[in-house]
T-cell receptor, first 115, second 112 residues
Framework: GNSVTQMEGPVTLSEEAFLTINCTYTATGYPSLFWYVQYPGEGLQLLLKATKADDKGSNKGFEATYRKETTSFHLEKGSVQVSDSAVYFCALSERRGGSQGNLIFGKGTKLSVKP | KAGVTQTPRYLIKTRGQQVTLSCSPISGHRSVSWYQQTPGQGLQFLFEYFSETQRNKGNFPGRFSGRQFSNSRSEMNVSTLELGDSALYLC???????????FGPGTRLTVL
């Protein structure tokens, strides 16, 4: 079945460091790909998305490119801030018979950014 | 526009009891999905409703059920609670035929 694998961390970085969180997926067809972020005590917020191969999603300095040839959707940010400390989830959406489908999540990567 | 709201935010129950959780989607959204989040299993899909019909179901036992009302509000019910049902239950809503899901803050269920 479809699945998402991401580095589990935790990842600890200093402020202004470069961030990469790896995400690879297994899917039939052409899924949409997402990164969600969860701050402590809160629900999930959509960070960015890409719906087809070679699409680049970007938001708040974060970027990820949908790479069909390597089945990857790695999250990157050039300079992290303390406020970026959170858990990041990679996810894919599969469509079934017209339904918008359900999201399949990776295990999440906890990021801690130190001043 | 108000976001997805879930009630209650926290709940404590004992084994064998049943519980009902509520989710109010963003105004105009007709699709509601439910997810269970635990430290061990991560985020797992429970079910999806659209126009009062269950469209998709995850791999959970029949003790987990849900429904959606004509105003798109949704409830999920868990009967005969087990310790392993302790989790954060997240609800998400979306417009029909659009992938993007907006999540509520969740209901934290603790089973003692």
């Amino acid at each position: 079945g479809n699945s998402v694998t991401q580095m589990e961390g935790p990842v600890t970085l200093s402020e202004e460091a470069f961030l990469t969180i790896n995400c690879t997926y297994t899917a039939t067809g052409y899924p949409s790909l997402f990164w969600y972020v969860q701050y402590p005590g809160e629900g999930l917020q959509l960070l960015l998305k890409a719906t087809k191969a070679d699409d680049k999603g970007s938001n708040k300095g974060f970027e990820a490119t949908y790479r069909k040839e390597t089945t990857s959707f790695h999250l990157e940010k050039g300079s992290v801030q303390v406020s970026d400390s959170a858990v990041y989830f990679c996810a894919l959406s599969e469509r079934r018979g017209g339904s918008q489908g359900n999201l399949i999540f990776g295990k999440g990567t906890k990021l801690s950014v130190k001043p | 526009k108000a976001g997805v709201t879930q009630t209650p935010r926290y709940l404590i129950k004992t084994r064998g009891q049943q519980v009902t959780l509520s989710c109010s989607p963003i105004s105009g959204h007709r699709s509601v999905s439910w997810y269970q989040q635990t430290p061990g299993q991560g985020l797992q899909f429970l079910f999806e409703y659209f126009s009062e019909t269950q469209r998709n179901k995850g791999n959970f036992p029949g003790r987990f059920s849900g429904r959606q009302f004509s105003n798109s509000r949704s409830e999920m019910n868990v009967s005969t609670l087990e310790l392993g049902d302790s989790a954060l239950y997240l609800c998400a809503s979306s417009l029909a035929q659009v992938n993007e899901q907006f999540f509520g803050p969740g209901t934290r269920l603790t089973v003692l």
